[in-house]
């Protein structure tokens, strides 16, 4: 009787192992066909015998133009805060970047925590896009908002291959965001609860960081948030050398203009419903224009825009010398009076000083000078000096900028 049931219980054990193996081999050949991208880090990203006392992040960023945001070192852990992340913000953000195989710090909520070096990450905004390239790590960009409008060319080839998932604009699919549970999305912020994408997602437990580029009032100031994104990556180093090479190239080209007696008057925008959007006096294109060599026909003492009516501008700029980024479709002067007969009037249009900064537009309309545009500040001012002293920069070609025949 006993070797029946020793027997019995032989049998039910290769049973069981028979389903655990059947088993392995399904969900193995389940994982292979589902396509989702794993977020997981490779080992070798991360630190396996720790040590409090060793720093591990030799490699740290300086801050000298951007204002939005800063970075404290700790051995290992760094301490980003987003100081001013939309206009007339009255809370900032910080994220606590933790090195992969190490102890986080107390007292900071989950949703801070973010283990670094990031391996996968979402963008959903197209001005994040010109840091990955610079950076070398377009390979690990697995979503964007909006595949149509993308001109960042190591980004169009990554899309062509159908390696990048679109995710949508103001209704970003929080489903997909989980299944492809990247590291990192970044996004930006307005302070409307309605549209910003930041609260669900992080309610939806993904990591979530804001991008405040825009809200910087120099044009060295938003290309320098280069070092935001390299910071998750810790690209330090890498940002450092990109981005001094750009700044001082910056520097370079401004000094031609330093001595510049006679500089063109300038308006830009357009009407738009009934509302001119002219750049404050503080503002960037107010900066990039002095830089050119030329003076900003602005408004008030602020950094952003100002809403005026069309009367406003025109008795303002009526005998300005040019006039500047207008409507993204207007391409010849033709386009401008079919919008407004009432341009015409104006004389930088007279003179055919008309310029407008949609020289890159991909076949969806996408403009590389919202996207390329704010990493390389130095190519936008060789365009400008360009425009309003070609003497100064006699083999420039015109880049992002356009004049209109």
Request: aromatic letters at 12%; glycine letters at 4%.
């Amino acid at each position: 009787m006993q070797f029946f049931q020793l027997k019995k219980t032989k049998l039910l054990l290769l049973f069981c192992q028979f389903l655990c193996v059947a088993f392995l081999i399904i969900a193995c050949n389940s994982t292979q066909n589902t396509p989702i991208i794993s977020s997981s880090k490779p080992s070798q990203d991360c630190v396996e015998n720790y040590n409090k006392n060793v720093d591990y992040f030799p490699d740290k960023a300086v801050i000298n133009y951007a204002t939005g945001f800063s970075v404290e070192y700790h051995n290992n852990y760094k301490i980003v805060t987003i100081k001013n992340p939309w206009q007339n913000a009255k809370t900032n953000f910080q994220y606590v970047l933790v090195e992969c195989g190490t102890p986080a710090p107390s007292g900071f909520q989950e949703t801070q925590l973010i283990t670094v070096p990031i391996n996968t990450i979402v963008s959903l905004s197209t001005t994040h896009l010109p840091h990955l390239a610079k950076l070398g790590v377009v390979d690990k960009l697995v979503g964007v908002s909006n595949l149509k409008i993308v001109n960042t060319t190591e980004v169009v080839e990554k899309i062509k291959a159908e390696k990048i998932v679109e995710l949508g604009n103001n209704d970003v699919n929080v489903e997909r965001l989980l299944e492809l549970n990247p590291d990192l999305i970044t996004t930006y912020g307005t302070g409307n609860q309605q549209t910003d994408n930041h609260p669900k997602l992080l309610e939806a437990g993904l990591k979530v960081a804001i991008n405040a580029e825009y809200m910087e009032n120099t044009s060295l100031g938003r290309s320098e948030w280069l070092k935001f994104t390299a910071l998750f990556f810790n690209q330090e180093a890498k940002a450092e050398k990109v981005f001094s090479k750009i700044s001082q190239n910056y520097q370079k080209i401004a000094a031609k203009t330093k001595t510049i007696k006679k500089r063109p008057k300038v308006f830009t925008g357009f009407n738009f419903k009934g509302t001119w959007y002219a750049p404050g006096c503080k503002s960037y294109v107010a900066q990039y224009l002095a830089d050119a060599g030329a003076e900003l026909l602005c408004v008030d003492d602020v950094d952003g825009s100002i809403p005026l009516s069309f009367e406003d501008v025109f008795e303002r700029a009526v005998t300005a010398d040019y006039w500047l980024n207008v409507s993204q479709s207007w391409q010849s002067l033709k386009d401008v009076v079919t919008e407004d007969s009432r341009y015409s009037d104006f004389q930088a249009f007279q003179k055919g000083n008309v310029y407008n900064n949609n020289a890159r537009l991909n076949e969806n309309g996408g403009n590389d000078y919202w996207e390329s545009g704010i990493s390389n500040p130095d190519i936008v001012l060789a365009d400008l000096i360009k425009i309003f002293h070609p003497e100064l920069l006699p083999n420039h070609q015109l880049f992002f900028y356009q004049k209109l025949n």
